[in-house]
Every structure is written in C-alpha cells, then in structure tokens.
C-alpha cells in the first residue's frame, strides 16, 4: 500500500474552480504506477461516492455528477493525482478522498466505483462551495 496525502481543498465560490491534489509516497515510482487512482467524496449524512478513476495507461471513468466539469490526471514520475473541478456546485460540497487499487480494471465498472476495492485511502480534504 502507499500513503496518501489530499490538498487543495476549500472555500469555493459557485461555478469557480478549484484543483485538488493527492501526493502519494512510501514506494517507487514504478509502485504507484501499478495502482489505478480514484477520487471519492463524502457529505455530511451520506455515503461515501464514487467521483473518478484513472490509470496508468490513460484510461479515465468519471461518475455521471462530475462528468464535463471535472478532469482526472495522474503523473507517475511525481507521484501526483489531480482533481480539477470546474463550475462547482453547491452539491459538490464534501470532503475529497483520494484512493489507490492493485486490482480494479477499466472494464469494471462497479468495481471501480466501489469503495471496497480500493486498499490505500487519504485522510481527506475539505472542499465548500457557497452561493
């Protein structure tokens, strides 16, 4: 497993934009590589959801409530995730978890949006919009 650290979140106006970022160490390059690395979100009172996922051969798969406004990226030589969120909403108020899996492919569509196949989870970061 790798350690991973979010940043980026806070307040955010309705329909500006914000780029969250997830750092992950405790491996090599070639490690985090191996992993496919997703984005979820929690609000108060709800359930964690699945936001994006990409891998390392550029394969991308976005939740319907994100798709158009938000991009997933990845560079492996830094060990770094993105999340840009573009014209944010007042539902996109959450806590942003940034997470690895060893086992989930492109194809799999309900694994990957499945909290419980991914092994390595960030502490989260906060991320507020206002009206």
């Known amino acids: 497993q790798v350690q991973l650290v979010e940043s980026g979140g806070g307040l955010v106006q309705a329909g500006a934009s914000l780029r969250l970022s997830c750092a992950a160490s405790?491996?090599?390059?070639?490690?985090?590589?191996?992993?496919?690395m997703g984005w979820f979100r929690q609000a108060p009172g709800k359930e964690r959801e699945f936001v994006a996922a990409?891998?390392?051969?550029?394969?991308?798969y976005y939740a319907v409530s994100g798709k158009g406004r938000f991009t997933i990226s990845r560079d492996n030589a830094n060990n770094m995730v993105y999340l840009e969120m573009d014209s944010v909403k007042l539902e996109d108020t959450a806590v942003y978890y940034c997470?690895?899996?060893?086992?989930?492919?492109?194809?799999?569509?309900?694994?990957?949006?499945?909290?419980?196949?991914?092994?390595?989870w960030g502490q989260g970061t906060q991320v507020t919009v206002s009206s």
């Open positions: 997470a690895g899996s060893l086992t989930v492919r492109p194809s799999w569509v309900v694994a990957t949006s499945t909290p419980d196949s991914y092994d390595s």
């Open positions: 405790g491996g090599t390059y070639g490690t985090f590589s191996s992993y496919a």
């Open positions: 990409i891998w390392s051969d550029g394969s991308i």
